[in-house]
């Protein structure tokens, strides 16, 4: 059991808006930022979304994060089938002093 | 070209001792955070020790007491000391640099990750 929770899947169709929810607590998400990664099968994860909502350079500008509290959102709009992967929150945690992950949300292209 | 490559990986039996290192390049170690995230077949991102620029360091519960993470300067490449070690340990290890804009870093946002090595824990 993970210390940020993501619903284990999502999907959409071609062309659709998606979004996937990380829900944390007060010692993560609530106090210090959230990023999002991108793992495509047999590879390293990728960095999407950083401080909540900035995007490294090369991420395209379909992708968004968002964050309220002690929950954050990743958007994908104009769903791709390429956008087929695994994504990831993370955030730092004071009362651990260390790095929480989410579990992982499987995201499916119809 | 920022490039981490890491060594090391295998089969150990359990009890046993591995360290793993990785090897950096296009830029310092000393001078970025530096951590480790290992994943299990078939499961989700679990971040290991990161240690930072300025020395501290800091391990998940789950490896304290059993891992260490350190650098070596002169080499820029980074290290984790695996002892104790447990069938659960078993993961591909990746070693990763977390993301520093030119005014902030970023501890849980990793800008560049090696290939990963495997560490598979068996008797």
């Known amino acids: ?35 999002w990664y991108q793992q495509l099968p047999g590879t390293a994860p990728k960095l999407l979304i950083y401080s909540n909502n900035q995007r490294p350079s090369g991420v395209p500008d379909r992708f968004s994060g968002s964050k309220s509290g002690t929950s954050a959102s990743l958007a994908i709009s104009g769903l791709q089938s390429e956008d087929e992967a695994d994504y990831y929150c993370a955030a730092w945690d004071d009362s651990l002093n260390a790095v929480v992950f989410g579990g992982g949300t499987k995201l499916t292209v119809l | 070209e920022v490039q981490l490559v890491e060594s090391g990986g295998g089969l150990i039996q359990p009890g046993g001792s591995l360290r793993l290192s990785c090897a950096a390049s296009g830029f310092t170690v000393s001078s970025n955070y530096m951590s480790w995230v290992r994943q299990a077949p078939g499961k989700g991102l679990e971040w290991v020790s990161v240690i930072y620029s300025g020395g501290s360091t800091y391990y998940a519960d789950s490896v304290k007491g059993r891992f260490t993470i350190s650098r070596d300067n002169s080499k820029n490449t980074l290290y984790l000391q695996m002892n104790s070690l447990r069938a659960e340990d078993t993961a591909v290890y990746y070693c990763a640099r977390s993301y520093c804009s030119s005014t902030s870093c970023y501890f849980a946002a990793i800008d560049y990750w090696g290939q990963g090595t495997l560490v598979t824990v068996s008797s």
């Open chain 1, 1 to 35: 059991q993970s210390v940020l929770t993501q619903p284990p899947s999502a999907s959409g169709t071609p062309g659709q808006r998606v979004t996937i929810s990380c829900s944390g607590s007060s010692s993560n998400i609530g106090s210090n930022t959230v990023n």
